[in-house]
């Protein structure tokens, strides 16, 4: 992993989404790096990490992270929120509080959970990367920006950002693909000890809005807020409203321990 900090204060670690680096959260570290330490995290094979070959194993990466950023609040987006809600899950100690941003327990839609993609939408993304990777990629991109009320905005800010670090290594994207189709952790959601924040927005089309205030139902003192005209990536095309509801969170929760 990589890691890079900014500013001061209470210790905030963010989690990129499929395929991303810390780098796309530029917009909320430009609104909350003079009262958070914000601390931006490259997933294996991302980003300055992309030549690591560790595996994306959501127990195991938690662990490494609360070991390098103990006593933070962490914050996921899209699957990131797997690995952040996994270090919550197993490190309540090291956890101060966790907030979810387009990321649900489960991607996948079925019979008791309509709030998700068609069963085989991330295996196709895995065939198509196979067949056609840069082109794979930026579908991708345009599908997280579909739907916001400035689409167009956040497709431009997710080109220039996506690989101004370099291109994800395609062994970990279908890691990461796999644990897209796979993971659900909504059983585990009424074992969560630390206070939740649930973000969404309410144009995503790829974790429908339903799925975060079902998600936050689950989870005792989860709280979802939903953003009306903000799409998957909502820091991006709501960054004020995104970053004025972590800075309230963050603030609601004890002070951290001063060691």
Same mark, same amino acid.
């Given at each position: 992993m990589h890691i890079e900090t900014h500013g001061r204060g209470p210790a905030l670690a963010l989690i990129h989404g499929w395929a991303m680096h810390g780098g796309l959260f530029a917009p909320l570290v430009e609104r909350l790096s003079d009262?958070?330490?914000?601390?931006?995290?490259? &997933?294996?094979?991302?980003?300055?990490?992309?030549?690591?070959?560790?595996?994306?194993?959501?127990? *195991? /990466?938690?662990?490494? !992270? +609360?070991?390098?950023?103990p006593d933070a609040v962490w914050l996921g987006w899209s699957l990131g929120g797997q690995f952040a809600l996994r270090a919550a899950l197993d490190h309540p100690d090291a956890v101060r509080g966790l907030v979810m941003v387009a990321a649900s327990p489960r991607f996948v839609a079925g019979e008791d959970w309509p709030h998700g993609v068609g069963p085989n939408l991330f295996r196709d993304f895995g065939d198509a990367?196979?067949?056609?990777?840069?082109?794979?990629?930026?579908?991708?991109?345009?599908?997280?920006?579909?739907?916001?009320?400035?689409?167009?905005?956040? &497709?431009?800010?997710?080109?220039?950002?996506?690989?101004?670090?370099?291109?994800?290594?395609?062994? *970990? /994207?279908?890691?990461? !693909? +796999?644990?897209?189709?796979?993971?659900d952790l909504r059983v585990e959601l009424p074992e969560l000890q630390v206070p939740s924040l649930w973000l969404s927005g309410r144009r995503d089309r790829l974790v429908p809005s339903g799925a975060m205030p079902a998600a936050a139902a689950l989870a005792p003192g989860g709280r979802s807020v939903v953003i009306p005209n903000a799409g998957h990536a909502p820091f991006l095309g709501a960054a004020d409203a995104v970053a004025a509801e972590i800075d309230a969170f963050v603030q609601s929760l004890p002070a951290p321990v001063v060691p």
């Open positions: 009262r958070h330490t914000l601390h931006l995290v490259d &997933l294996p094979g991302h980003g300055h990490a992309r030549d690591s070959a560790t595996p994306l194993d959501p127990a *195991a /990466l938690a662990r490494a !992270l +609360v070991e390098a950023v990367l196979r067949r056609d990777f840069r082109g794979t990629l930026e579908g991708f991109l345009a599908l997280e920006a579909l739907g916001s009320a400035s689409a167009q905005e956040e &497709l431009r800010a997710l080109r220039a950002r996506a690989f101004e670090r370099g291109e994800p290594a395609e062994r *970990a /994207l279908q890691e990461g !693909l +796999v644990l897209l189709d796979r993971l």
